[in-house]
């Protein structure tokens, strides 16, 4: 009789725990969305801010010293290669060229007449009539008489130059700035200004912009070969971005890289060349290129969402055969778009975790769709 009621006395507690203990709840189902990784062939873009100057710019300096008579142009203007810009009162300069010009027919007549003074004295040194110190005055006379012709001739030709420089001409086609200069001042090298204005070719436009030399050292194998063609021969792929937000009509081409990475800055310029028929662009606007910058020949891509980052380190979750994700460590490419290019051991066809990636856990299987890229709004 005691040891039944033991027994029973032991197991109420047992029956009572067992009463108390609630079901666990349902792990609820994890609902991923998924999609292809694609293999093609890309090439990498960056994107930079550069400065907008003119293929050709040039100071327009008197190169003489005088009164500036006239202004033969507009400012802001378009003007033609060798057309006039601007005159300098010649008269001061007409004389010196007159002066020059009377000093060297003298000279010319002086020359001429020591060459026939020296015939006659040959004639004469031959017969034994002269010395041949006196043939030898004679002959050292007239090259000297020859010589002051021909520095009276270079003087004259001076004067010519210094005349020509009373008139000043574009030097290229192009547009003319602000006259430094008003009618009346004294320029030149020794009056109060040489600078009288400027001149640039707009058609086509620099671009100038710098890289790192990171990213030169990533874009060298694409520049080499770009350098190696001629320029006519480079496509137009580079764009450019203005300060308004707009994307500027033409597509500009790599021009080239220059010789030295800058020891202050670390980086190194590189030109492109715009076309500009319009005259739109102007010298000192800036702007933001976008170029090519490598080529990746097979590279894999991945929607951009679906890279996660986790202290530094970047993984992307690839579906497998049994349901379950497994993190797969990258390393991250350029952009292209809306997709990513990655490094590692993602494969094309691999299917990648796009949407739901962070209630993925490793061994836990998941209830998976294609993934849809959302559709672009359209600009109203």
């Given at each position: 009789m005691s040891c039944h009621l033991t027994r029973v006395v032991l197991l109420i507690p047992v029956i009572f725990l067992a009463a108390c203990e609630k079901p666990k709840p349902a792990v609820p189902p994890v609902f991923v969305t998924f999609t292809q990784a694609i293999q093609q062939d890309v090439v990498a873009t960056g994107q930079w801010v550069g400065l907008l100057d003119g293929f050709q710019n040039a100071d327009i300096q008197a190169q003489v010293t005088g009164y500036l008579l006239t202004q033969n142009y507009k400012e802001g203007s378009a003007v033609k290669k060798g057309e006039l810009l601007f005159t300098i009162d010649p008269r001061p300069f007409q004389a010196a060229l007159a002066q020059a010009q009377a000093n060297y027919a003298r000279s010319v007549a002086q020359a001429q007449l020591a060459q026939i003074t020296l015939e006659r004295q040959a004639q004469l040194y031959k017969?034994?009539?002269?010395?041949?110190?006196?043939?030898?005055?004679?002959?050292?006379?007239?090259?000297?008489?020859?010589?002051?012709?021909?520095?009276?001739?270079a003087q004259m030709q001076?004067?010519?130059?210094?005349?020509?420089?009373?008139?000043?001409?574009?030097?290229?086609?192009?547009?003319?700035?602000?006259?430094?200069?008003?009618i009346g001042d004294l320029v030149g090298p020794g009056g109060k200004t040489s600078t009288l204005t400027q001149i640039s070719q707009v058609d086509p436009m620099?671009?100038?912009?710098?890289?790192?030399?990171?990213?030169?050292?990533?874009?060298?194998?694409?520049?080499?070969?770009?350098?190696?063609?001629?320029?006519?021969?480079?496509?137009?792929?580079?764009?450019?971005?203005?300060?308004?937000?707009?994307?500027?009509?033409?597509?500009?081409?790599?021009?080239?890289?220059n010789r030295q990475v800058s020891t202050t800055t670390g980086t190194i310029?590189?030109?492109?060349?715009?076309?500009?028929?319009?005259?739109?662009?102007?010298?000192?606007?800036?702007?933001?290129?976008?170029?090519?910058?490598?080529?990746?020949?097979?590279a894999i891509l991945v929607p951009q969402a679906a890279t996660v980052e986790l202290q530094g380190n970047y993984f992307v979750g690839i579906l497998q055969p049994d349901s379950t994700v497994k993190p797969t460590p990258i390393v991250l490419g350029p952009v292209q778009g809306q997709l990513q290019v990655v490094k590692g051991a993602v494969?094309?066809?691999?299917?990648?975790?796009v949407g739901g990636i962070e209630k993925a856990r490793p061994g836990v299987k998941v209830i998976a769709k294609p993934y849809e890229a959302p559709t672009p709004v359209p600009a109203k």
């Open positions: 017969t034994k009539v002269i010395s041949q110190q006196e043939y030898d005055t004679s002959y050292q006379d007239t090259q000297a008489s020859l010589a002051a012709a021909a520095a009276t001739q001076a004067a010519q130059v210094n005349l020509d420089y009373c008139t000043i001409s574009a030097p290229f086609d192009g547009i003319v700035g602000v006259a430094q200069a008003q620099k671009m100038n912009f710098s890289i790192t030399e990171a990213e030169y050292l990533q874009a060298a194998p694409l520049l080499a070969e770009l350098q190696a063609g001629a320029v006519e021969a480079r496509e137009a792929k580079i764009d450019l971005s203005l300060a308004d937000g707009s994307v500027y009509v033409h597509k500009g081409k790599f021009d080239f890289v310029q590189i030109t492109a060349l715009f076309p500009n028929p319009g005259s739109v662009l102007r010298p000192g606007l800036f702007g933001r290129v976008t170029a090519p910058v490598q080529k990746l020949d097979g494969k094309a066809g691999d299917k990648v975790i």
